[in-house]
């Protein structure tokens, strides 16, 4: 990670040094005073929060200077202060005079869905021939790229990035932070459309990643996307497109589900083929195993190279992980967040797995814009359409689920609806029986993580 110097920061950042010793050294970044710890250096972030009134609780848990744009009383006289005049700016500037330093390869990751899982799949590849820096969690925004930027040292010779947005222009201040060499896009979907509007404008939002990645670079494109291979057409330079139909450059081919151990596949990657056991329960998780896969092959890997990274693969926290609850009920977590085209992965990946009964519980859709409701009684048609036998629902958007549900002739006595993940957490115990399947999902600010907690607790009280 980079080392640097309190005049070596002020000169970098255009900052003034209120306080502090010149030669003091930083080595770790924060922005949560609350993750702080010895010797950090914490940015008084002014967003949603003011971080300048955290400052002293940063210096109590060990943080040893701040980056500040207002007038602040320091904690101490050995507090080192930074004065700027935007402290995201700073931290920003930083972040890419750092990465500018190093001779480090960028791989920029956007998309509508499996940002997420695709870093963390083209990290595990691309390390079987490089040292790689993945960014960390969600770290995806102008705070969190740039965060994960600062982590980076002379070994590091690929950063994998991702890179998230809400609107126009963010992800083209992303590539300004940080550069792609390879840009991936892993799908257009109904996502953000209440800042967006339109599918139309996700995809020229996704579409900045294109304009700010590096002459000579190489774009990772969904061949079966019809909206990202428009994207393509009009990008003049180097392209792979990876999926499912033949004219991908990296496919899929001669799948074969194997019940609650996932699929068998065989990967094709310009006309080289091996086969591999996937432990995944969705085949959207084999999609973006495919991206992954475009990435290597943009750095030159051949399957061999791969072969043993894709093997050592496992479902990730709260993305579809089965869960045994006591010996006879298994559930899928999958909490980490929702959306139309997620939901409707899941629902259909999961309904041909053998159970009993098959009950999905079900939270709102966050971010929808005007056609929210729209989408979650198309989604509750989906869940009687496909087979499913209980329909649980999470939150007030969620009502139209189970409208939908109904319309789609799902029986009323099937259908139960909450209006929080606390409510559902408490009630859904007594509905499971012996050989239930139970998928659980929603958006992150739904909270439905916390049904699973309550379901894991109730299975351990049963087994003692």
């Known amino acids: 990670m980079a080392v640097l110097r309190l005049d070596e920061l002020s000169g970098t950042i255009g900052g003034r040094i209120v306080q502090?010793?010149?030669?003091?050294?930083?080595?770790?970044?924060?922005?949560?005073?609350?993750?702080?710890?010895?010797?950090?250096?914490?940015?008084?972030?002014?967003?949603?929060?003011?971080?300048?009134?955290?400052?002293?609780?940063?210096?109590l848990r060990g943080a040893a200077g701040a980056v500040i744009s207002e007038d602040i009383i320091p904690p101490h006289k050995k507090f080192a202060l930074i004065r700027v005049k935007d402290t995201q700016d700073a931290l920003r500037t930083l972040a890419r005079r750092v990465?500018?330093?190093?001779?480090?390869?960028?791989?920029?990751?956007?998309?509508?869905?499996?940002?997420?899982?695709?870093?963390?799949?083209?990290?595990?590849?691309?390390?079987?021939?490089y040292n790689v820096l993945s960014s960390e969690g969600n770290f995806n925004n102008r705070l969190g790229l740039a965060l994960s930027l600062l982590k980076l040292d002379s070994r590091h010779e690929v950063a994998v990035l991702e890179m998230a947005m809400s609107g126009r222009g963010e992800i083209l201040q992303l590539t300004k932070v940080a550069p792609p060499d390879v840009a991936v896009i892993t799908n257009i979907n109904p996502v953000h459309l209440q800042f967006l509007g339109s599918l139309e404008e996700v995809a020229q939002a996704k579409r900045e990643i294109l304009e700010g990645t590096k002459k000579g670079g190489a774009a990772v494109l969904n061949g079966d996307d019809s909206r990202v291979r428009e994207i393509g057409r009009s990008w003049p330079g180097r392209k792979i497109y990876f999926g499912f139909s033949a004219g991908c450059d990296v496919r899929a081919q001669n799948i074969k589900r194997i019940g609650y151990e996932g699929m068998s596949f065989e990967l094709d990657v310009l006309g080289k083929t091996a086969g591999f056991h996937f432990p995944f329960l969705y085949e959207s998780f084999l999609s973006d195993l495919l991206a992954a896969a475009g990435v290597a092959l943009a750095f030159s890997l051949s399957i061999e190279d791969i072969s043993a990274p894709i093997e050592s693969l496992r479902p990730f926290p709260k993305?579809?992980?089965?869960?045994?609850?006591?010996?006879?009920?298994?559930?899928?977590?999958?909490?980490?967040?929702?959306?139309?085209?997620?939901?409707?992965?899941?629902?259909?990946?999961?309904?041909?797995?053998?159970?009993?009964r098959r009950i999905a519980v079900?939270?709102?859709?966050?971010?929808?814009?005007?056609?929210?409701?729209?989408?979650?009684?198309?989604?509750?048609?989906?869940?009687?359409?496909?087979?499913?036998?209980?329909?649980v629902t999470v939150g007030p958007l969620s009502?139209?689920?189970?409208?939908?549900?109904?319309?789609?002739?799902?029986?009323?006595?099937?259908?139960?609806?909450?209006?929080?993940?606390?409510?559902?957490?408490?009630?859904?115990?007594?509905?499971?029986?012996?050989?239930?399947?139970?998928?659980?999902?929603?958006?992150?600010?739904?909270?439905?993580?916390?049904?699973?907690?309550?379901?894991?607790?109730?299975?351990?009280?049963?087994?003692s």
């Open 399 to 463: 009502r139209k689920m189970a409208e939908g549900a109904r319309q789609a002739g799902m029986k009323e006595v099937n259908i139960h609806s909450f209006d929080t993940s606390e409510e559902a957490a408490a009630r859904i115990w007594p509905l499971l029986k012996n050989g239930d399947l139970v998928l659980v999902k929603g958006s992150r600010g739904m909270r439905t993580e916390r049904v699973v907690e309550e379901l894991k607790k109730r299975a351990q009280e049963k087994e």
């Open 362 to 391: 079900l939270g709102d859709m966050l971010e929808l814009g005007q056609e929210e409701r729209d989408f979650h009684e198309k989604a509750g048609r989906q869940v009687a359409a496909l087979g499913w036998d209980v329909l």
């Open 99 to 129: 990465l500018s330093q190093q001779r480090t390869k960028v791989v920029g990751i956007t998309g509508s869905i499996g940002k997420t899982t695709t870093k963390e799949f083209t990290a595990a590849l691309l390390s079987s021939k």
């Open 20 to 59: 502090g010793d010149s030669s003091l050294e930083f080595r770790n970044f924060n922005i949560d005073s609350r993750l702080c710890k010895s010797g950090d250096l914490f940015f008084a972030i002014v967003d949603r929060r003011n971080g300048h009134d955290y400052i002293a609780d940063a210096a």
């Open 319 to 356: 993305r579809g992980v089965l869960v045994q609850l006591g010996r006879e009920i298994r559930l899928v977590d999958d909490t980490y967040n929702s959306n139309p085209r997620a939901l409707e992965s899941a629902l259909g990946s999961l309904v041909s797995l053998p159970a009993q």
